[in-house]
């Protein structure tokens, strides 16, 4: 399968491994943190664990690499994932949970040409618990376990008079945000001659966090020539 050019120019991505969701069947991508610097865990054909990873092998530019979350998405020229098991004959056992090759964009023969893209977006938590109230809470429990709240308690959770001996906070309200914002800037020229080509791109990508007033906010800059 192949990741089409515009999915990466187009989409509002921090790292490559966001694109490849839903743009290649059989392919699971997962975030399990909410923290905006954790990388998506990438599986393909079932995510054998040969190499203690469980992800597929990535080559970038005929090179062996960890991972490509670090690479900027505006750099990527082509993105090809080896699905079948033909590919453990080329590159051996490793390939045994699949192979995403990724080829790095270079300069081409011609004019100058200066490239400019932009775009922002939020991001939002896909689902969150609707919370009940104090009093609706201490109810519930009353009619599950009779007698944990006296009717003098209940009254008070009813009536909030004293916030402090009867709190009621929702504190997923609190505490996650309702939408987050996010950004990717991209600015390039390339061109060359017969002889000497050159491409060189300033990227600037970044995402705030899901949680109010939190150290999480993640911001990336690159330069690549």
Do not use: C
Request: charged share 20%.
């Amino acid at each position: 399968s192949t990741v089409s050019p515009q999915i990466l120019e187009k989409g509002i991505y921090t790292n490559p491994s966001q694109a490849l969701s839903g743009s290649v069947p059989g392919l699971k991508v997962s975030l399990t943190s909410g923290n905006p610097t954790s990388s998506p865990k990438v599986i393909l054909r079932g995510g054998t664990e040969f190499d203690g990873s469980g992800g597929p092998l990535v080559i970038v530019d005929g090179q062996l690499r960890d991972n490509f979350d670090d690479i900027n998405p505006q750099d990527i020229a082509s993105m090809d994932v080896l699905k079948d098991a033909g590919a453990t004959a080329i590159y051996g056992a490793r390939a045994s949970n699949g192979v995403i090759l990724i080829t790095t964009k270079r300069g081409k023969e011609g004019k100058p040409v200066v490239s400019f893209n932009a775009s922002a977006g939020f991001s939002q938590p896909t689902r969150l618990p609707k919370m009940t109230n104090s009093y609706e809470y201490a109810t519930m429990l009353n009619e599950v376990l009779p007698g944990s709240f006296s009717d003098e308690q209940l009254e008070g959770f009813r009536t909030h008079a004293n916030p402090w001996k009867y709190p009621d906070t929702d504190w997923f309200d609190e505490i996650v945000k309702g939408a987050s914002p996010l950004y990717r800037a991209d600015i390039g020229v390339s061109g060359g001659t017969e002889k000497v080509k050159y491409y060189a791109n300033f990227g600037a990508n970044g995402e705030d966090g899901l949680y109010r007033n939190s150290a999480n906010r993640y911001d990336q800059y690159s330069l690549r020539t």
